[in-house]
């Protein structure tokens, strides 16, 4: 099983910016997908910004142009720096990876606990 460890979250004034990050650990042969989502109370969660193996990137239309999703394979660290944020940015944010722990074995998913975002003034 791998464990996701998400940190960055916190309390930040519209307009201004955090920086997301979220380190796997474990038995990992290969992780092929990692990601953003969140959710807010009432709602399901949402996808925010994933990006896969080969570096293609997907943010949800809400996000783009915003936010910036990186990653870095060797630590099999993913981060999520967010600019320009406004109140509807304001979520628990998740950290999402589909990996393999051998090459024969299927795809599987970890989510991490989830990091809180506040953005108010």
């Known amino acids: 099983q791998v464990q996701l460890v998400e940190s960055g979250g916190g309390l930040v004034q519209p307009g201004g910016s955090l920086r997301l990050s979220c380190a796997a650990s474990g038995s990992i042969f290969r992780i092929y997908t990692m990601g953003w989502y969140r959710r807010t109370p009432g709602k399901e969660r949402e996808l925010v910004a994933v990006?896969?193996?080969?570096?293609?990137?997907n943010y949800s239309d809400s996000v783009k142009g915003r936010f910036t999703i990186s990653r870095d394979n060797t630590n099999n660290t993913v981060y999520l720096q967010m600019n320009n944020l406004n109140a509807e940015d304001t979520a628990v944010y998740y950290c999402k990876a589909d990996y393999q722990v051998t090459k024969m074995s299927g795809l599987l998913i970890s989510w991490g606990q989830g990091t809180q975002v506040t953005v108010s003034s």
């Open positions: 990006r896969n193996i080969g570096g293609t990137r």
